[in-house]
Structure formats: structure tokens, C-alpha cells
């Protein structure tokens, strides 16, 4: 009998350029970069021209560059996307699902007859906002249609903990740079006011993860792995895991191993899912006054219950 996977831990940093162009430690395009160079194919979370946040399908280099970046808004699994997830692991090349953790999880299940053939990396997560509150803030920020570039977390003024820069490019040319409490989504997001009802009983956050591999920010990394651009954590949670880390581990600059237990008490969403912050029915009831909100039925119920 072979025995159980032990979860190792590292804490790495790509270079400069990928770092530049990433929300932690470039981590992802590190591992996508491996599956591309063997044929393969990556999935990820990109947003489209309307900035609706869904899965795509990459086969390629230059694409990658959409899938790059924290987008703070649920991801969609069009159907379109999931037949051709099947096509590629039909033709036999790999395929690596990066995701939220929940997305990851159904892609096991979906594809579990090509589970050779699937690499899956999820993230630690802290929930996020529906579709809808992120339509009808832009809406109400920047007028639909007039932004031609978003990023939740820019890093022109460094990577460090609690510290969310937001980046919006206007179509005009006009460009806006706000700290995450003086913008609305970002306040929302951070505070849970904003994120969906589903991730308050989130069964993911935990140390007993759905992927392959989980990579997050090495929040409070010890301090010779932190230059104040990006330190990504990795957890390898399976052998084949461990094996895709061990296929790239020189693409790193600088990688570090460390005990699980360190990154466990520095991510409250490795221990347990967020509470349901205060005020947070009033929030809701305040935006359903004002205007129709898109919400799903769960969330009504957990707003009802929650006052
Ligand atoms: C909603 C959300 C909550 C998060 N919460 C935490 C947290 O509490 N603690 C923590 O340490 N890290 C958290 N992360 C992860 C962190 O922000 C980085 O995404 C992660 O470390 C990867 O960074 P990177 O530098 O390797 O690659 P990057 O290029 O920055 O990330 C790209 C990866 O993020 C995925 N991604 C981006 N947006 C979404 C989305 N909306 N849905 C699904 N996948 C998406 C892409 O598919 C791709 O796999 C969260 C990410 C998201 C999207
Ligand atoms: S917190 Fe849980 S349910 Fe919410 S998006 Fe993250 S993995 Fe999914």
C-alpha cells in the first residue's frame, strides 16, 4: 500500500517581468507556461469585452496574458468553454484548470474520465461578488462602455499585505488609481458586504484542498523571501502536484520551502470561511431600494437570516 501525499510548501517568486503582470508571485503563469510547452491547454478566468468575468480556454502564450491577474467577480463555466475543456482532453494533450476553488472541484468531477490528463491548481479564497454588483458598479462609477482596462490590484505602489490598488483605464485616455477604501466594489469586496452568500459556508477553506496544487500571496513570508513584489504560496497537495513543481522549480528566481503550518496560521482562509460581516442585510436592502440588483435566491435567504 502506497502511503497518503504529504502536503509540502514553498513559497516562490518568477521574475521581475511576470511578477510585474501578476497579482502575487507570477506562480500561475509559471505552471501554465509548462502545460503550453507540452501542447496542452490552460483555463482560466479572463474577463471579456463588457468586462464579464468567465473561463477560457488558452492555447497559447500571448493569451495567457488574459488570464493573468485577481479579478474580484464570480467566474462563469459557459457551456462553450466546458466542450472545448472536453475536446482538448479528448485529443490527448494536458490540460491545467486554474480556479477558485469550488470551479476546480467541478472540473474533477466534470472531467474525472480524463483525470490523467488534468492538472488542477486552485487558490486560497476569500469569496467573491457576483456578476451583477460588479455590472451596476461600473455602471454607476464609469458608464458602461467607457472602460478599456481594470485591475483590482495594480502593483505600482508594491505588494503587501492589505494593500489593494485599484487601476481603471478609461476609454478617454483618463486613468484612475484608487486604495481599496476609496472605492465602493473594493470596499465591498474586502469587508464580505459585497461577496456571494454561497462563500460564508465555503467547504474550501480549509488545509484539505481540491487541487493538485494551491497557490495564493505568502502573506507575512519570512523576510528573505519578500521583495515587496510578489511572493506566491504553493501548496502541493498530490504527487502529480509535486511533480509538475519539481518540472518548473528552476523557472523560479527564488524558492524557499517551508513547513504547511506557517502559511496555515498566516490565511485565515486555510482555517475556516469568513463571517458574515455586520450590516451586511442593510447593504443589500439599501441597493434593492435603490435599484433592482441582480441576487441569487441564496443570497436572500442568508441576508433574512443574517440581521
Ligand atoms: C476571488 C479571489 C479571492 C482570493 N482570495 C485570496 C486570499 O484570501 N488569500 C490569498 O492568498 N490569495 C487569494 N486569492 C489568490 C490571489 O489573489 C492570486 O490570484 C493567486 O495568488 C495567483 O497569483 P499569481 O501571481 O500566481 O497569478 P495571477 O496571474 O495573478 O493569477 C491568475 C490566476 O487567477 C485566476 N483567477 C483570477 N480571477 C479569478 C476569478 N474571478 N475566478 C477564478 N479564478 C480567477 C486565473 O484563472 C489564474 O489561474 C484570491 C483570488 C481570487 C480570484
Ligand atoms: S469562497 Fe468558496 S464558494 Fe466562494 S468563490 Fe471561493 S471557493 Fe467558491
Given at each position: 500500500m502506497t502511503a497518503p501525499f504529504r502536503q509540502?510548501?514553498?513559497?516562490?517568486?518568477?521574475?521581475?517581468?511576470?511578477?510585474?503582470e501578476s497579482s502575487s508571485g507570477g506562480a500561475f503563469t509559471i505552471l501554465a507556461r509548462n502545460i503550453l510547452a507540452?501542447?496542452?491547454?490552460?483555463?482560466?478566468a479572463a474577463f471579456d469585452e463588457e468586462f464579464r468575468c468567465r473561463y477560457e480556454v488558452v492555447r497559447d502564450e500571448s493569451s495567457l496574458a488574459r488570464?493573468?491577474?485577481?479579478?474580484?467577480?464570480?467566474?462563469?463555466?459557459?457551456?462553450?468553454?466546458?466542450a472545448d475543456?472536453?475536446?482538448?482532453?479528448?485529443?490527448?494533450?494536458?490540460?491545467?484548470?486554474?480556479?477558485?476553488p469550488c470551479h476546480v472541484a467541478a472540473a474533477r468531477r466534470m472531467f474525472a474520465a480524463h483525470a490523467d490528463s488534468l492538472f488542477t491548481v486552485d487558490l486560497i479564497c476569500a469569496g467573491c461578488p457576483d456578476q451583477g454588483l460588479f455590472d451596476r458598479y461600473l455602471e454607476e462609477n464609469w458608464g458602461s462602455g467607457n472602460v478599456a482596462k481594470y485591475e483590482f490590484r495594480s502593483k505600482a505602489r508594491g505588494w503587501r499585505h492589505h494593500h489593494y490598488l485599484l487601476h481603471v483605464v478609461l476609454k478617454d485616455g483618463r486613468e484612475i488609481w484608487r486604495e481599496r477604501g476609496e472605492d465602493e466594489f473594493m470596499t465591498a469586496m474586502s469587508t464580505g458586504l459585497g461577496v456571494s452568500a454561497g462563500c460564508f459556508k465555503c467547504p474550501f477553506c480549509t488545509m484539505d484542498r481540491p487541487g493538485d496544487i494551491t497557490i495564493g500571496d505568502f502573506w507575512m513570508v519570512p523576510e528573505e523571501m519578500d521583495d515587496g513584489k510578489g511572493t506566491s504560496a504553493l501548496l502541493l497537495n498530490t504527487a502529480k502536484g509535486a511533480a509538475l513543481f519539481d518540472a518548473v522549480r528552476r523557472d523560479f528566481v527564488k524558492v524557499s520551502e517551508y513547513p504547511p503550518s506557517i502559511l496555515e496560521q498566516s490565511?485565515?482562509?486555510?482555517?475556516?470561511?469568513?463571517?458574515?460581516?455586520?450590516?451586511?442585510?442593510a447593504f443589500w436592502r439599501v441597493l434593492d431600494e435603490s435599484a433592482a440588483t441582480v441576487r441569487t435566491a441564496a443570497d436572500r435567504a442568508l441576508a433574512g437570516g443574517a440581521s
Open positions: 509540502i510548501c514553498f513559497a516562490a517568486m518568477a521574475g521581475d517581468d511576470i511578477r510585474a507540452r501542447g496542452g491547454a490552460v483555463c482560466g488570464l493573468r491577474g485577481s479579478k474580484y467577480v464570480r467566474a462563469a463555466l459557459p457551456r462553450k468553454f466546458l475543456v472536453h475536446a482538448v482532453l479528448e485529443s490527448g494533450a494536458p490540460v491545467l484548470f486554474s480556479g477558485t490565511q485565515a482562509r486555510l482555517r475556516s470561511p469568513r463571517n458574515v460581516p455586520p450590516g451586511r442585510w
